[in-house]
């Protein structure tokens, strides 16, 4: 670290990204992405009239996408907000709604950018343990009085709360925004969208990473209070307000009107992580009822580091997380079946030179 960095940011500890080897090497189980293409009307979009374009800056108001956006979920545009990945709408909301006093809630097992943005703004954050099964027990966040953060699914346990426990939370905390980063909402979560219109404290945070296959496009998107939106407008017209590239409004806005296709790729999602969970247990592992797009899984016979080590010796990655009460598990990103069929066959050899 240099000499002109802000005191401040001396002992900030960054997030770390999953691997991302050269493409082709691994079967990519360690990231969350998508395994399919996006759709078809995606790659139409993003043609060369859109790259020609390129020499005039983006929609700042981002109105096509987020007109077709609000269709899907049935809300106006005025209550979505539209950024550069949905860590950016996370970013925004822990520098916007920490309130005067910086303090934030969260689980302590969950996505890790929750105490990098924390650590980045001073705030002061109650992190709260899970319950023995690794769910998040919603009584932990009533009348809690601070910004409160929480992902359903949750990663990495892929557990989820239910519509009206997540009720409970919003009515108990009125003067303060809740945030439910449904980043993995599509493998089978039920989303909180449907509140927004009765909780005017609700922050409800997706992304195009996961569930729409354009991870690397950079696109998230949050529904909320028009008010809370405006808030959220502020802070990006602040500091970047041609936040997302032309290539990206265009990919995103094909690929929210091409729903159908989508559906159908989470579905198979669906089917493949039923046909893992299903094999891993057959194996001796302890896999959590997952309902995204990972599993998360432990077994008595491997630990999590050597198992993450002997599979990626094999050319398959998965993620392993150093944390203490975890330290035993990994997240296994679902895949197609042929991957997912590789990586049992792999784990099955694996068990087989262990014993
Ligand atoms: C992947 C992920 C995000 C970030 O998504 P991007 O849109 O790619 O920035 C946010 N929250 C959770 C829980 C995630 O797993």
């Not at 493409?23 to 020609?52: C, H, Q, R, W």
């Not at 089917?271 to 008595?300: H, M, P």
Request: hydrophobic share 35%.
């Amino acid at each position: 670290m240099s000499k002109f960095l802000k005191k401040c940011y001396s002992s900030l500890e960054a997030y770390v990204p999953g691997e991302q080897p050269r493409d082709g090497e691994y079967v990519k189980l360690n990231t969350n992405e998508s395994p399919f293409p996006p759709s078809p009307s995606v790659i139409n979009a993003v043609n060369s009239g859109e790259v020609m374009n390129l020499r005039l800056y983006s929609d700042p108001t981002a109105k096509d996408l987020k007109n077709s956006i609000a269709s899907l979920y049935g809300v106006g545009s005025e209550n979505v907000y539209v950024a550069n990945g949905s860590d950016d709408i996370l970013n925004f909301s822990f520098m916007a709604f920490s309130g005067d006093k910086g303090e934030a809630v969260f689980p302590e097992i969950s996505y890790g950018f929750y105490k990098v943005f924390s650590e980045l703004y001073g705030i002061k954050s109650e992190q709260i343990p899970l319950k023995e099964d690794f769910s998040i027990d919603y009584k932990d966040y009533l009348n809690k009085n601070k910004f409160i953060v929480i992902a359903n699914p949750n990663a990495p346990t892929g557990l989820t709360l239910s519509l009206s426990e997540i009720e409970e939370i919003l009515k108990t905390n009125k003067d303060n925004v809740v945030l439910i980063d449904e980043a993995y909402v599509d493998f089978g979560g039920e989303s909180a969208v449907t509140l927004v219109p009765k909780y005017d404290n609700l922050l409800v945070c997706m992304t195009f990473s996961k569930s729409r296959c354009l991870a690397g496009a950079r696109l998230g998107f949050a529904i909320g209070n028009s008010e809370i939106i405006k808030d959220l407008e502020l802070i990006k017209y602040s500091t970047n307000p041609y936040n997302i590239n032309r290539l990206t409004l265009v990919a995103g806005k094909a690929a929210i009107d091409d729903n159908v296709y989508y559906v159908d790729r989470c579905k198979s999602i669906m089917e493949n992580r039923e046909y893992t969970i299903n094999e891993l247990k057959k194996l001796g592992f302890f896999v959590t009822d997952s309902k995204a797009n990972f599993v998360f899984a432990q077994c008595d016979w491997i630990d999590g580091e050597t198992l993450y080590k002997k599979l990626k010796e094999r050319k398959i990655l998965i993620r392993h997380f150093s944390t203490e009460k975890i330290k035993n598990f990994n997240r296994i990103t679902i895949g197609t079946l042929n991957q997912m069929e590789t990586f049992i066959e792999n784990v099955k050899n694996i068990k087989e030179e262990m014993i």
